[in-house]
């Protein structure tokens, strides 16, 4: 047993200066090359449709030969990505920072939405409450994703249990496609909600509001690109702060 920990803190460790010497590496050559080279962005749902398209968007307008890889995914599996040196950030809801080799930025403040397609019977039931929508078919997020979790647990607080006639999975490009053809409840981020005209949020109150931010690893110099990716994201994310409601420090 004592073997085996110190392996495996051997290979954190080993894995941790892979990594630092991979980013030394990239942090020389964008010194030499200007905006030239490549910076990974891990994602999932939240911020994955307005807040990183735009920065993404002009990060290209301002640096034309620099390649940007979006990778999806589980927070946890990005998160060792992260730490590993294969991802450079991670932008997504934020959860309480249990590993002091990350470090997280918030950016705003994204209530989340019960959305179905428009000609949902659920849109045309007066006085709608969650209890009523509990036995309808939903579609939710994988057990490891941060918003499943505060969705279970306001449910829980509420006592109600989790739908039982669910539908899981990671995929949005499913998950939106499923919502579209059938008649299926979908927990999405409000911006989501908000850029998808055949969806429509129905009047109930969810109770969860996420920090939406970037991740990043503590200690690591960030290179040249990765500074004006997050200088970007802070561009964007102020913007939806001013120009939304329900964006700034909950109440």
Known sequence: MTATLFGEVFVDHARAVLAELRQAGRHLE?????????VTIGTFLAGASVLLPRAVARV???????????RHGGPEALYEALLAGDVDLVVGT????NNDRLRQ?????EPARVVARRRHPAHRRPGLTLADLIGELWSLPPADNPQRRHLEEHLLRRGLPTPANRIESGSFLA?????????TLVVMPQLVAETEPELTALPVDL??????????????????T????????DEVAAEIRAASTGYAQPT
């Open 30 to 38: 964008e010194l030499v090359d200007g905006h030239a080279g490549t």
């Open 60 to 70: 290209k307008a301002a640096a034309p030969d620099l390649t940007v890889v979006i």
């Open 94 to 97: 934020l959860e309480p920072a």
């Open 105 to 109: 930025h918030h950016l705003y403040y």
């Open 175 to 183: 998950v939106r496609a499923i919502a579209l053809e059938t008649d």
């Open 207 to 224: 109770g969860i509001v996420e920090s939406v931010g970037v991740t990043l690893p503590a200690g690591r110099q960030l290179t040249p």
């Open 226 to 233: 990765m500074l004006l990716m997050t200088r970007k994201l």
